[in-house]
């Protein structure tokens, strides 16, 4: 069924929907959408492993898998090359659980995948994903700090990551400085910079570069949606206007 609530709901001038966004006309509406739009069962394929997870058939996420393509295959390379069997994984902004459900494929146990998720239509979907494994699944906006309404992960009762993946549409800046003595044991993080929405909080790129190098951590960057390498950021040039991929090792 085509998501027409969506559709009409876009139709509403920005600072409407802005200013709906956590209440409960939104979670009903969130809530509608989860009931009458065509979620599918899809699968994933990584090397022999084959796991399975859902999607709205209109999703982008499913009209690539569904061809058989892989989903941002400069992030989805990457980020299978450092997952380990030891390894405890948080995806931060799991929508419908493609990542958490890759980690699965590249031997990540469920019981040491960690996702986070705020948006109620994409949280039931997450929890479709993963509601036969061991994954531990939290609806939350993962922020700076633990609050009625969002969560610092300094705070959260679980097992210190190794492997962080963060694409939060302008938060990155908050959830870096939320994840305190967490960050200690992170070995690979990927996080998705949005210079423009970084804006609306009044943070910076530099700010989470500069965060990140505090930490110890090496950075390159890449437009990770074209057929680009990584690059260190002194030779990267980096858009204003758009998204690009930061990935930081030590």
């Not at 920005?14 to 956590?22: D, F, G, K, Y």
């Not at 209109?58 to 090359?81: C, F, K, M, N, V």
């Amino acid at each position: 069924m085509p998501d027409v609530i969506a559709d009409a709901v876009s139709k509403l001038p920005r600072p409407v929907i802005t200013a709906l966004q956590n209440t409960p006309v939104d979670h009903l509406y969130q809530y509608s959408r989860y009931l009458t739009v065509d979620v599918r069962e899809i699968r994933l394929t990584k090397g022999s492993a084959t796991e399975s997870l859902y999607a709205p058939k209109r999703s982008h996420l499913y009209r690539i898998l569904g061809r058989g393509d892989e989903y941002e295959p400069q992030l989805t390379a990457a980020i299978s090359d450092e997952f380990d069997t030891e390894d405890t994984f948080y995806d931060i902004g799991s929508q419908f659980g493609y990542f958490t459900t890759l980690a699965k494929a590249c031997g990540v146990p469920s019981s040491q995948i960690h996702g986070f998720e705020a948006n109620d239509y994409h949280y039931r979907v997450l929890n479709r994903t993963h509601a036969t494994d061991d994954a531990f699944i939290t609806q939350a906006y993962v922020g700076e700090r633990t609050t009625t309404e969002m969560l610092a992960l300094e705070t959260y009762d679980g097992d210190d990551p190794n492997v962080v993946k963060i694409d939060v549409e302008g938060y990155e800046y908050g959830v870096l400085r939320g994840m305190g003595e967490k960050l200690d044991g992170v070995r690979c993080l990927f996080v998705e910079i949005h210079p423009r929405f970084l804006a609306r909080t009044n943070d910076t790129p530099r700010d989470v570069f500069e965060l990140l190098r505090d930490e110890g951590f090496e950075l390159t960057a890449t437009e990770h949606r074209e057929e680009n390498a990584w690059e260190s950021l002194s030779d990267a040039e980096l858009p204003q206007d758009h998204a690009y991929l930061l990935r930081a090792k030590r």
